[in-house]
């Protein structure tokens, strides 16, 4: 199935970057090793469609963070390493949105439909999908494209990362974002406007 978009859609690619290597810090499981290949081929489908794109990029304030800006693990993960001139929205909270001038680039290049990928589904993919929709965007999250950490429970008991991961992207589905994997987005062009 082709996914056929209403307007050019910008890719938001949310931090993806060397410090999420560092597993024990997020909770010490994460799921879905594939993210990082598949937000690479939608970055590189992107490039050869010349569509608009966003990197963006957590410079922590959490003191231990391995995201901290000035670490190593602050750096963008080499498979999505940004090319001269593909703009880098840094942000020290989970939205995109907040602290930053995304929706103003954004408005200024009429942009209105968005596709989101990276990491985490829970905390900065969903802040920036929830924010993206209540500005009145058309959203479209890459589940495949995206991963999660283990988290636990109020009562302590663990949730394992790829629970953590359905859940997330099922209280985006339908109210904040459309979910579409990888291979579709791969297949994806442009309707007919008129």
Not at 3 to 23: F, N, S, Y
Not at 97 to 105: E, N, S
Request: aromatic share 6%.
């Amino acid at each position: 199935m082709q996914k056929e978009w209403k307007d050019t859609p910008a890719l938001l690619l949310i931090d993806i970057q060397k410090g999420m290597d560092e597993v024990d810090f997020y909770g010490g499981e994460r799921n879905n090793p594939e993210a990082e290949s598949n937000a690479a081929l939608i970055l590189d489908y992107w490039r050869q469609n010349n569509w608009p794109l966003f990197h963006v990029k957590h410079c922590s304030v959490v003191p231990g963070s391995p995201l901290t800006e000035g670490l190593p693990g602050n750096d963008l993960k080499d498979e999505v390493k940004p090319r001269d001139g593909e703009p880098v929205i840094t942000k020290q909270v989970n939205s995109a949105f907040i602290g930053t001038d995304l929706k103003q680039q954004l408005d200024a290049k009429n942009i209105r439909t968005l596709v989101i990928l990276g990491l985490t589904a829970e905390h900065c993919v969903s802040t920036t999908t929830r924010m993206a929709a209540n500005f009145g965007f058309t959203t479209v999250v890459v589940p495949d494209a995206t991963a999660s950490f283990r988290s636990k429970m109020l009562n302590g008991q663990s949730i394992p990362a790829q629970t953590v991961h359905e859940i997330s992207l099922a209280t985006l589905n339908r109210e904040f974002a459309e979910m579409v994997p990888t291979r579709d987005i791969l297949q994806s062009r442009l309707a007919e406007r008129g």
